[in-house]
């Protein structure tokens, strides 16, 4: 699949993120929205849903998230009937705690870390899931590197279209949609890839299409 990406990012600008998944879906190739169940991704999920209710929901579950998390994703599958899809890194956490615990951001083995918890998971999903257009809740206002994102990316010929719905919406936008609809939300949450709210996990500078 390829898509116009200028013209794409120019007819999107501005619009609600649910007309933005529409478009998406409208591509008429495989549509996935992936998940890390974190704060604010009912919203996500949610606008997938109501345009896709079968949609494949792909989680890259590292096994470090809080319990709260867990029990919230659960909530949410059930409620929003996803069709999940989870994987998990090759080692389980407590076998990588007792060989390497969850190295430091600035500690040389943090990268090996980041690619068995999220990395090699990631790219062993895409491959098994196929996609042509990838949904993801990223925001400009999350991260430095985000701000300079565009809603519809593909970084090569017949890539996966990625498209960011939310990338305009502020965390208040996305408050209002979840009161709006009646989502719930879960703030503690943790990331080891990340460790600071306003750090990349390499995820998507990386997988950037």
């Known amino acids: ?20 998944v529409e478009w998406a879906v409208g591509l008429s190739g495989k549509t996935i929205v992936t998940t890390n169940f974190g704060p604010d991704e009912a919203v996500i999920l949610h606008l997938a849903t109501q345009v896709q209710p079968d949609m494949d929901v792909v989680w890259i579950d590292s096994g470090y998230a809080t319990r709260k998390t867990y029990l919230f994703a659960e909530k949410l599958i059930e409620d929003l009937k996803l069709n999940i899809h989870v994987f998990n890194p090759l080692s389980s956490a407590a076998r990588r705690d007792a060989l390497m615990g969850i190295p430091d951001v600035d500690d040389p083995q943090h990268e090996e870390f980041t690619r068995q918890v999220k990395l090699e998971p990631f790219g062993r999903a895409m491959e098994a899931m196929a996609p042509d257009v990838w949904l993801t809740a990223v925001r400009r206002d999350q991260t430095e590197f985000r701000k300079n994102m565009d809603i519809v990316s593909q970084d090569k010929p017949g890539g996966v279209v990625k498209v960011a719905p939310v990338l305009e919406w502020t965390a208040d936008d996305m408050a209002a949609y979840r ?27 990386r997988f950037t299409a």
Not at 179 to 205: A, I, Q
């Open 179 to 205: 009161e709006k609809h009646g989502l719930p939300n879960e703030t503690n949450y943790y990331d080891p890839t990340k460790v600071l709210g306003n750090r990349e996990c390499g995820l998507h500078n």
């Open 1 to 20: 699949m390829q898509v116009d990406v200028a013209k794409a990012n120019a007819e999107l600008a501005g619009k609600h993120p649910k007309e933005i």
